[in-house]
């Protein structure tokens, strides 16, 4: 089983946010940065099939900066046997299609039985990739993934998924993309011996041009705000409760126009 | 000079924390309030390969340096100081001594489990009536044959309740004072050896402590660590390292009471704005953080010259600087959790809060592994023998 890994380095939740003055992005000094969480499912998923069948590799596949290639390594340290870290200053603000672009190529040089995206990337929250990934090499997809099973002959994988109120149970052939979901796996901590052997496993950097690609986005983003902040409350004070109460009623109805 | 961390430094670090954080993090007011030690607690420090930090490979540690060992510390006491103090007191009271001080036989015998977690390791010298003192301990072990009986007892033993495997001073020949003095290895289940109910405390919950009483146990006369009456020699040999990671715990404390802190203070607001925007708690901000710094400067000073140095005890520079920097990080830590207290206010005085636990834990370290006093002794005695720094 021969599983590629796309991982995402992303802004650790704990950080906290701020936008740029001109609004072209975030201000990214300070921010500590994370695998994207639901990333780390995958690397957890391939860890087991690996496992399970003895052989096979597990590839991770990076677009990024160099910041990236810790992320990288942190994968490696869970037990991952290798990673391709894309690094092209061209690629720095891709959109999720270029993203797309960029890993079919580098995936169609590999080679794969199975390829695991997170369903969606904490950060920009598109969800869009691993289904133009699937497209753009032409293979089935499930997303949503929170159990899968290989078949024996390694031909097919059956999938569970969340759907409203229940699960759906899919038959897929492989290789197919499956995105990860929450409930997945519980993914394991890379150990203190796994990161030591980490620092000798390879790392494969790559540019845009490696892979026969000129960057081509569709989206660009013309504007990043914060929410709005929050209005000071409104106070009613020295009166009876009696009339408070008819006071805020009217209020919460024609002002606030929740009931 | 400069302590940058390597990459796979950081790495481990956040991968404790972290580990801390989601495992520990959701049960540390069970840990405190019931005085309970997840039970896989020492299994899965194992698989994180933790245990076995400075140990040499071959058996079953990694050969890594101190300054790592005291990361892990510190980051684990960030969460939770009671466990970690547990975990330190396995590894460096127990594990390191063995590696250092006893033969193949026993490393091979003891380590590998220790260093997996299977077995929970412990560390007995203080006595009801030798504490600081502890030169004048009373528990005495005479040569029968194969055996050496073991009669006396061991109070406020980290561990205790839990351990498998037990580091015990005894004397040997009384009448010979410090260098009467033995170490054995005692195992769990030991003929005559047993162990009181778990001393209640006000802090450092979750890491079990009691008072251990041998009543004619017998003990293979190969369990001898070091040389007969050289038990002076295991004490002493590996306790520079010893204080520079107790000193990690503090230092998680420490850091960990500012961050909260930090965060608190610009969420909370009285008189119309965030708090954090008054000029005295802006102050202790400020001077927590200093506190902060300083501890880790010198600890992690100090655990890059344990690693360097040959030889510690008297006489050389570590010894002097360990005693410091736990000294001066145990006090810091203790300054950094009122502090923390007094800008949470009336929560921060709630068991709610975690901030009142970590001020519990930190005082702890001004008394455990040698008191604020015996340290300012030692830095002291080593200032005053020299005629300068
Ligand atoms: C939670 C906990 C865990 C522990 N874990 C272990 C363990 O795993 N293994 C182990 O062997 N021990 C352990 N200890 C024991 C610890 O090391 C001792 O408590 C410590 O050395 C102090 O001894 P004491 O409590 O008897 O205090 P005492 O020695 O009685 O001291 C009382 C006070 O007198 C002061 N004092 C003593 N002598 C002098 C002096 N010459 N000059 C000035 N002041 C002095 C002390 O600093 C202190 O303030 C633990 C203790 C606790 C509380």
Redesign the pocket.
């Known amino acids: 089983m021969k599983s590629l890994v796309c991982l995402k380095q992303v802004p650790d939740t704990e950080t906290q946010i701020k936008v740029k003055p001109d609004g072209t992005g975030i201000v990214t000094d300070g921010i500590k940065y994370v695998i994207n969480p639901y990333d780390e499912f995958s690397v957890e998923e391939a860890l087991r099939l690996k496992e399970k069948f003895k052989a096979g590799e597990v590839v991770i596949l990076t677009v990024g900066p160099d910041r990236c290639t810790e992320a990288i390594r942190t994968a490696l340290a869970m037990g991952a046997d290798r990673g391709i870290h894309v690094n092209d200053e061209s690629l720095n603000d891709a959109d999720p299609y270029s993203i797309a672009q960029v890993l079919a190529a580098a995936a169609s040089q590999e080679g794969y039985d199975l390829i695991f995206c997170g369903h969606r990337a904490i950060d920009d929250d598109f969800g869009e990739v691993g289904a133009m990934l699937a497209e753009l090499l032409q293979l089935p997809q499930v997303t949503l993934v929170t159990k899968l099973e290989i078949a024996d002959d390694t031909q097919s994988a059956v999938v569970e998924r969340d759907v409203e109120g229940g699960k759906e149970v899919i038959e897929v052939p492989l290789p197919c993309v499956l995105t990860s979901q929450k409930g997945l796996n519980e993914p394991r901590y890379a150990s203190l011996p796994g990161i030591m052997k980490a620092k000798k496993k390879k790392i494969d950097k790559k540019t845009a041009a490696d892979l026969g690609i000129t960057s081509e986005r569709k989206l660009a983003p013309t504007e990043y705000t914060m929410p709005p902040e929050r209005k000071a409350g409104k106070k009613y004070e020295d009166m009876e409760p009696a009339e408070a109460a008819k006071i805020v009623v009217e209020a919460l109805r024609s002002e606030a126009k929740v009931i | 000079m400069h302590f940058e961390l390597t990459e796979e430094q950081r790495m481990l670090s956040d991968t404790v924390y972290k580990w801390a954080l989601n495992e520990l993090g959701p049960v540390q007011e069970k840990i405190d309030e019931e005085d309970w030690m997840p039970p896989n607690f020492f299994r899965d420090l194992g698989r994180l390969g933790v245990l076995g930090i400075t140990v040499e490979e071959r058996y079953g540690g990694l050969g890594m340096d101190v300054l790592t060992e005291v990361l892990v510390t510190e980051q684990l006491a960030r969460i939770c100081p009671g466990p970690a103090m547990s975990m330190v007191?396995h590894v460096e009271?127990c594990a390191s001594n063995i590696q250092r001080n006893a033969s193949d036989y026993l490393k091979e015998k003891y380590l590998p489990p220790l260093i997996r977690g299977e077995k929970v390791g412990?560390?007995?010298?203080?006595e009801p009536n030798a504490?600081?003192?502890a030169m004048a301990l009373r528990c005495r072990a005479v040569r029968n044959g194969n055996s050496f009986i073991l009669n006396g007892s061991?109070m406020?033993?980290?561990n205790g309740p839990i351990a498998d495997i037990v580091l015990v001073y005894a004397k040997t020949a009384p009448d010979l004072g410090p260098k009467g003095i033995s170490a054995f290895i005692v195992e769990k289940g030991a003929p005559g050896f047993s162990v009181s109910s778990k001393i209640k405390?006000a802090g450092?919950r979750g890491s079990p402590?009691a008072e251990l009483n041998f009543d004619d146990c017998e003990v293979p006369a190969e369990n001898l660590v070091g040389d007969l009456n050289g038990g002076v020699a295991v004490m002493t040999k590996g306790l520079d390292v010893e204080r520079v990671v107790v000193a990690g715990l503090s230092l998680g404390i420490s850091r960990q009471t500012l961050d909260y802190s930090i965060k608190y203070s610009r969420e909370r607001e009285q008189f119309g704005v965030p708090i954090c925007e008054f000029q005295m708690i802006q102050a202790k901000l400020a001077e927590m953080y200093a506190r902060y710094e300083a501890s880790r400067n010198m600890i992690y000073r100090a655990a890059c010259l344990a690693q360097g140095a040959g030889r510690g005890g008297k006489g050389t520079q570590i010894t002097q600087l360990a005693a410091a920097a736990i000294l001066y990080a145990a006090e810091a830590a203790t300054r950094n959790g009122s502090d923390a207290v007094q800008i949470h206010g009336g929560y921060g005085y709630c068991l709610e809060f975690p901030v009142q636990k970590l001020w519990r834990d930190a005082k702890?370290l001004e008394?455990?592994?040698?008191?604020?006093?015996?340290r300012k002794?030692i830095i002291a005695r080593e200032l005053l023998r020299k005629g300068s720094i």
């Open positions: 007191a009271l412990a560390m007995g010298l203080t504490g600081s003192d061991k406020f033993i980290t405390k450092m402590t702890l008394i455990g592994a040698g008191t604020t006093e015996i002794m």
